[in-house]
């Protein structure tokens, strides 16, 4: 994720984004061409409220105020978390902290969004939750890449997975084929695992 979003320069290859060649590009140039990433660390304003997270974003795309206004709006409600509003980030959940952050992400009007390890230290109930977000944002033709070890969870959403072991593809595929891959079994998931 840090070579596609710019925070670790590439040293071989090609980086793009449907049509557009993304690997000397600096990281906001290629915000602006729709990539969105959402890191594993706290990445919202733990002194900020909710509101004021999503509005710092919107801000600086230039918007006008009543267009900031309006979508800042349509955020909260599409992600669930209008009652929290006024809440300061720091006094967040992990799911809500989650909601707010990938709320961040899509008030950037992203085309991709890469989430890293999403599920990570959020309760059962948010992990639905997210599940159902990144539902939410598939339906709105928006790419999700996800980086997760929770593999229960991601292949349960997913359309395609791949499996990387030792800095190789060890298998690539829909769900279903990458539990029944034997030598994933093996590796990775274990005799045993179920979906």
Same mark, same amino acid.
């Given at each position: #994720? %840090?070579?596609?979003?710019?925070?670790?320069?590439?040293? !071989?290859?090609?980086?793009?984004?449907d @049509?557009?060649?993304?690997?000397?590009?600096?990281?906001?140039?290629?915000?602006?061409?729709?990539? $969105? %990433?959402?890191?594993?660390?706290? $990445?919202?304003?733990?002194?900020?409220?909710?509101?004021?997270?999503?509005?710092?974003?919107?801000?600086?795309? !230039?918007?006008?105020?009543?267009?900031?206004?309006?979508?800042?709006?349509?955020?909260?409600?599409?992600?669930?978390?209008?009652?929290?509003? @006024?809440?300061?980030?720091?006094?967040? $959940? !992990?799911?809500?902290?989650?909601? *707010?952050?990938?709320?961040?992400?899509?008030?950037?009007?992203?085309?991709?969004?890469?989430?890293?390890?999403p599920?990570?230290?959020?309760?059962?109930?948010?992990?639905?939750?997210?599940?159902?977000?990144i539902? #939410?944002?598939?339906?709105?033709?928006?790419?999700?890449?996800?980086? @997760?070890?929770?593999?229960?969870?991601?292949?349960?959403? *997913?359309?395609?997975?791949?499996?990387?072991?030792?800095?190789?593809?060890?298998? $690539?595929?829909?769900?279903?084929?990458?539990?029944?891959?034997?030598?994933?079994?093996?590796? %990775?998931l274990?005799?045993? #695992?179920?979906?």
């Open positions: #994720f %840090y070579m596609i979003v710019g925070l670790v320069r590439a040293d !071989g290859g090609e980086i793009t984004l @049509d557009a060649r993304l690997t000397d590009l600096p990281i906001h140039a290629r915000a602006r061409l729709g990539l $969105s %990433y959402l890191p594993q660390e706290m $990445s919202v304003f733990r002194k900020l409220t909710v509101a004021e997270n999503i509005r710092a974003v919107l801000e600086l795309r !230039g918007l006008p105020v009543a267009q900031i206004d309006e979508r800042l709006e349509e955020l909260l409600q599409e992600l669930g978390i209008t009652h929290l509003r @006024d809440n300061t980030a720091i006094s967040l $959940s !992990g799911g809500e902290r989650r909601r *707010c952050e990938i709320a961040r992400a899509l008030a950037t009007d992203p085309r991709l969004i890469l989430l890293d390890e599920f990570a230290g959020v309760d059962p109930i948010a992990v639905l939750d997210i599940q159902k977000i539902r #939410f944002l598939k339906e709105r033709n928006i790419g999700v890449l996800i980086t @997760d070890h929770n593999v229960r969870e991601t292949l349960g959403i *997913c359309d395609r997975a791949t499996i990387i072991t030792e800095g190789r593809v060890l298998a $690539s595929g829909k769900p279903h084929e990458i539990i029944a891959n034997e030598q994933v079994r093996q590796v %990775y274990g005799e045993h #695992f179920r979906l």
